[in-house]
């Protein structure tokens, strides 16, 4: 079993920066594909970005194109979220998640808030 825990959450300013890094633990997850989602309140929880087992593959949704950065650290078993420019729309719990299929990932975190002030 794989146990997700996510950190780097808090209030920023619109513009500012937050780095999101995800730590997993029960198994290495260097095989698996692993992304970042979000929920919204009032929203589904939605697809942000993924990165490929190989960090050879990256994906973003187009809002975020530009101004997140998704990478792992493979030899840490960890995932970061590099987020730049924010605005208050990214206001958002946001989750770490992975499995063989990012779009249908079989593993979840907690969740972090993140909130972007105006």
């Known amino acids: 079993q794989v146990q997700l825990v996510e950190s780097g959450g808090g209030l920023v300013q619109a513009g500012g920066s937050l780095r999101l890094s995800c730590a997993a633990s029960?198994?290495?997850?260097?095989?698996?594909?692993m992304g970042w989602f979000r929920q919204a309140p009032g929203k589904e929880r939605a697809f942000v970005a993924g990165i490929g087992s190989s960090s050879g593959n990256t994906y973003y949704v187009d809002s975020v194109k530009g101004r997140f950065t998704i990478s792992r650290d493979n030899a840490k078993n960890t995932m970061y979220l590099q987020m730049n420019s924010l605005k208050p729309e990214d206001t958002a719990v946001y989750y770490c998640a992975g499995g063989s299929n990012i779009m249908r990932p079989d593993y979840w975190g907690q969740g972090t808030q993140v909130t972007v002030s105006s």
């Open positions: 029960g198994r290495t997850v260097s095989s698996y594909g």
